[in-house]
């Protein structure tokens, strides 16, 4: 309750700032937008850090925001300055010494492309968040599960247990509409990380799903065996078959993206800016 209610003051303030700054709308994701829409309640779930999304143009201009008021920006990986520098977050120190991630996105735009900007202007002003902020707005049912399912993609499923928690919960209780999530998550890229997350939490967590619901959004067969296989019988741990983050990333990153197209684009990107990394170039601001 007490780390809570520090995250919602840090949340509050966050907030305020950006809005005066000017920069509206302000959504708050994950951990906040749960606790206030779903668990009903600052302590019932563990957050460690504040997730905001503003509209994608607002980047610069909230990053000037928060340095003024004293917040600290927190450079993720020094060693990656060009990889990091195409980055869809800001992460900032708050004077109180909370994390406050600042998003302009979701996910790197060759691997999943949400629309960002349809997802702020769907958003809708929501009464349980005022303690968390005046002018904060709510993603709506579907955006919030797309969010969520991208989440434990980034995290190549093997972050804590609860994520697996907030997506069952927010299917059986929140009732999204099947048909604009799908079709949102198809639009996007999406697709797989969605049949993950649902997949995931019904065999872990019993999220009400049926089996028809997840073949129409399936991936082709050969992907799905190897995830499958990947996250084994265990009814605690999403992937138990490798340890350690890198060799995770690599057995899921790729059967997780939508289509040969995507996949090459995400490659050669990512080759490209880790080059220049490795050459030493100094980062073009």
Sequence with gaps: MAVGLRLQRACREASGI?????????????????????YESVGARNSTDVDLLIPPEEGERAHRALVEAGYRHVV??????????????????????????????????????????????????????????????QLDAEDTLLVLAVHLAQDAYQGPFRQLVDVSWWWDRMRPDWEVTADRARKSGALTALWAALW??????????????????????????????????????????????????????????DGVAR???????????????????????
Excluded at 25 to 37: D, E, I, M, R, S
Excluded at 242 to 254: E, I, M, N
Aim: charged letters at 25%; glycine letters at 8%; one cysteine or more.
């Design 18 to 38: 950006l809005n005066k700054a000017g920069i509206h709308p302000v959504a708050p994701l994950k951990g906040v937008a749960l606790h206030a829409c779903l």
């Design 76 to 137: 993720k990986d020094p060693r990656r300055p060009h990889a990091m520098g195409v980055n869809y977050e800001n992460s900032y120190l708050s004077v109180s010494g909370v994390l406050i991630d600042v998003h302009v996105g979701l996910a790197q735009k060759e691997r999943v492309d949400l629309d960002v900007g349809g997802m702020l202007q769907r958003a809708h002003p929501e009464p349980r968040l005022r303690p968390w902020g005046d002018s904060l707005v």
């Design 200 to 257: 995931l939490a019904r065999a872990r967590c019993g999220a009400e799903i049926s089996e028809a619901q997840l073949e129409a959004i399936a991936p082709s067969r050969a992907r799905q065996k190897w995830l499958l296989w990947l996250w084994g019988d265990s009814p605690l741990t999403p992937i138990p078959r490798f340890k350690g983050s890198r060799l995770v990333q690599v057995a899921t990153l790729y059967p997780v993206m």
């Design 263 to 285: 996949r090459a684009r995400f490659t050669w990107r990512y080759l490209g800016l880790r080059l220049r990394d490795w050459a030493g170039f100094q980062p073009v601001r």
